[in-house]
Antibody, heavy 120, light 110 residues
Framework: QVQLVQSGAEVKTPGASVKVSCKASGYTFTDNYIHWVRQAPGQGLEWMGWMNPDSGGTRYAQEFQGRVTMTRDTSISTAYMELSRLRSDDTAVYYC?????????????WGQGTLVTVSS | QSVLTQPPSASGTPGQRVTISCSGSSSNIGSNTVNWYQQLPGTAPKLLIY???QRPSGVPDRFSGSKSGASASLAISGLQSEDEADYYCAAWDDSLNGYVFGTGTKVTVL
């Protein structure tokens, strides 16, 4: 069965960077786009962008342009999301999600989430 | 901040029908398909409805989606206690060139 397993919780200081991983199994990693979505405590869902695991192509939400980088390592079926220049309002649970078909946008499979806490 | 507006809460007794609205614009719902997600407390979201009214396998037919113009709605018929969750609509926005989620609706089973 399809599984997306994310890396563990992180605590970072303001200005630092964080890199979250998302290991895929149960399907051919390069067949489906991976998206990243975050959720601040008690808040709604916010789309961050997508990556094509086959080509490495990316598209980022305007809000995160210049701060986010999405990459992958096809040899280990793993996607990564790196967010730099962290601020306190970046504290959130970060999810990776797999699209059923095409680039966007119904996410049939989700990772379990990674809590990133930004605090001095 | 979100461009898709949902009521913050909805409620019903077991067995009742609950409807959640999602209001957007011509650049998102008006020109793209709508998806709905259910998020149980402390868990990752789950795809409930895609392409306006399609249910993934395993989703009960108590859940149904519809779209008209720049608005969409999710209906839950035969409400059950396990339906207590947050529900989010979502669609691609051509103006923002990004995927947008609704503000979310918390459903309570009385």
């Amino acid at each position: 069965q399809v599984q997306l397993v994310q890396s563990g919780a992180e605590v970072k200081t303001p200005g630092a960077s964080v890199k979250v991983s998302c290991k895929a199994s149960g399907y051919t990693f390069t067949d489906n786009y991976i998206h990243w979505v975050r959720q601040a405590p008690g808040q709604g869902l916010e789309w961050m962008g997508w990556m094509n695991p086959d080509s490495g192509g990316t598209r980022y939400a305007q809000e995160f342009q210049g701060r986010v980088t999405m990459t992958r390592d096809t040899s280990i079926s793993t996607a990564y999301m790196e967010l730099s220049r962290l601020r306190s309002d970046d504290t959130a649970v970060y999810y990776c999600a797999r699209v059923g078909a095409g680039a966007c946008c119904h996410f049939g499979n989700w990772g379990q989430g990674t809590l990133v806490t930004v605090s001095s | 901040q979100s461009v898709l507006t949902q009521p913050p809460s909805a409620s019903g007794t077991p067995g009742q029908r609950v409807t959640i609205s999602c209001s957007g614009s011509s650049s998102n719902i008006g020109s793209n398909t709508v998806n709905w997600y259910q998020q149980l407390p402390g868990t990752a979201p789950k795809l409930l409805i895609y392409n306006n009214n399609q249910r993934p396998s395993g989703v009960p037919d108590r859940f149904s989606g519809s779209k008209s113009g720049a608005s969409a709605s999710l209906a839950i018929s035969g409400l059950q206690s396990e339906d207590e969750a947050d529900y989010y609509c979502a669609a691609w926005d051509d103006s923002l060139n990004g995927y947008v989620f609704g503000t979310g609706t918390k459903v309570t089973v009385l």
